[in-house]
């Protein structure tokens, strides 16, 4: 098994090493699978007001950085959450 049940999987966003990032909107966890298949869990929101839901990388233009995820909240006043992975997305 990939990543666990019960998974809301509303994305999947490569970087440039990769990876499969895996944002589950449902349990508030971003997940990272590796070209070997290992899943784990990569980042866990606690604050109860950040999540992964869709996602993208960044252009590197008006201070969107190539190395983050960026993940819409349409739920929380249509915010947008940053998550710094440090790896551009695949094909930047």
């Given amino acids: 098994r990939v990543v666990p049940d019960g998974m809301w999987l509303d994305a999947l966003v490569v970087d440039a090493c990769g990876n499969f990032y895996l944002p589950n909107s ?3 966890s ?3 699978l590796s070209p070997d298949g290992r899943s784990r869990l990569y980042h866990h929101w606690d604050d109860g ?3 992964g839901h869709g996602g993208d990388w960044g252009v ?3 201070g969107w950085r190539t190395d983050a995820i960026y993940m819409p909240q349409p739920y929380d006043n249509k915010t947008v959450v940053e998550m710094v992975v440090g790896i551009p997305g695949a094909g930047r």
């Fill in 26 to 28: 449902g349990t508030a």
């Fill in 60 to 62: 590197a233009a008006g």
């Fill in 30 to 32: 971003l997940y990272r």
């Fill in 49 to 51: 007001q950040k999540y």
